[in-house]
């Protein structure tokens, strides 16, 4: 029977390919959630080019270490700016090669339940209605790669609780696509991703939020710290050869 990549149309008839899923024109596996990594903070979902699987674990490992490193930062100060860490992260991606590489407003809630399917506990970030925060982007951004359908969620710490059974580490790396036809919080979702724990489902909806005006934030000014930033990663991330 022929297997059809659903990321490039290819139809193969090699029995090899049926049995492994795997697709020669995009050399790789057709199922794009059959891997899950994790390095330091960081689980990645999916298979990704060796090349991006490189930029993502310097992020996992230097992103926010780097931060606290710099004068006069406020220690954990990253984890806590969705804005600013995703710009300096669009910002190395680019450098790298990665040239669509942008930054997306959005929301994102989670939810976690038990074999039931009864809810445990829910949470919201950036979702529409939330109260204001003075001196806060009153939303969540994330890094998109559109040539790579990748989204990258670089400061989730503030999101972690123990009803997640630990499936949420503070960093995430997954597929995202066209917005859904359904809505959550009256918005699409665009992405979403699910952890099965022995007695738990543990579940994260980004939604769109295009109406978010981010870059009138104060940190969409490319700022030293930011600049500092991206050109640490870019020094561990050193050279990539094929």
């Known amino acids: 029977m022929p297997i059809t990549c659903p990321r490039c149309g290819a139809v193969s008839h090699h029995p090899k390919d049926e049995q492994s899923?795997?697709?020669?024109?995009?050399?790789?596996?057709?199922?794009?959630?059959?891997?899950?990594?994790?390095?330091g903070d960081m689980t990645i979902v999916g298979r990704w080019p060796g090349k991006m699987i490189k930029a993502l674990a310097v992020v996992a490992m230097h992103l926010h270490p780097t931060y606290d490193r710099q004068p006069d930062a406020p220690p954990g100060g990253s984890k806590e700016r969705c804005l600013f860490a995703s710009l300096a992260v669009r910002d190395f991606l680019v450098e790298i090669g990665f040239k669509d590489a942008a930054v997306r407003g959005c929301g994102l809630v989670m939810r976690s339940f038990d074999k039931a399917r009864?809810?445990?506990?829910?949470?919201?970030?950036?979702?529409?209605?939330?109260?204001?925060?003075?001196?806060?982007?009153?939303?969540?951004?994330?890094?998109?790669?559109?040539s790579l359908h990748l989204l990258i969620d670089i400061?989730?710490?503030?999101?972690?609780?123990?009803?997640?059974?630990?499936?949420?580490?503070?960093?995430?790396?997954?597929?995202?696509?066209?917005?859904?036809?359904?809505?959550?919080y009256d918005r699409l979702p665009f992405s979403g991703a699910e952890i099965e724990l022995e007695d738990r489902r543990f579940e994260m909806i980004w939604i769109d939020r295009p109406e978010l005006r981010w870059k009138r934030e104060v940190d969409f000014v490319r700022s030293p710290r930011r600049r500092a930033l991206t050109r640490a990663l870019i020094e561990a991330y050193g050279a990539w050869h094929e």
């Open 21 to 39: 899923g795997y697709c020669g024109r995009c050399h790789d596996f057709t199922d794009a959630k059959q891997l899950v990594l994790s390095f």
């Open 155 to 184: 400061t989730l710490y503030q999101a972690i609780r123990p009803a997640w059974g630990g499936a949420l580490r503070g960093m995430f790396a997954t597929e995202y696509w066209a917005p859904a036809g359904f809505k959550v």
């Open 118 to 146: 009864t809810e445990i506990y829910s949470l919201g970030i950036g979702v529409p209605g939330a109260p204001d925060h003075p001196e806060k982007f009153n939303g969540h951004a994330v890094v998109t790669v559109p």
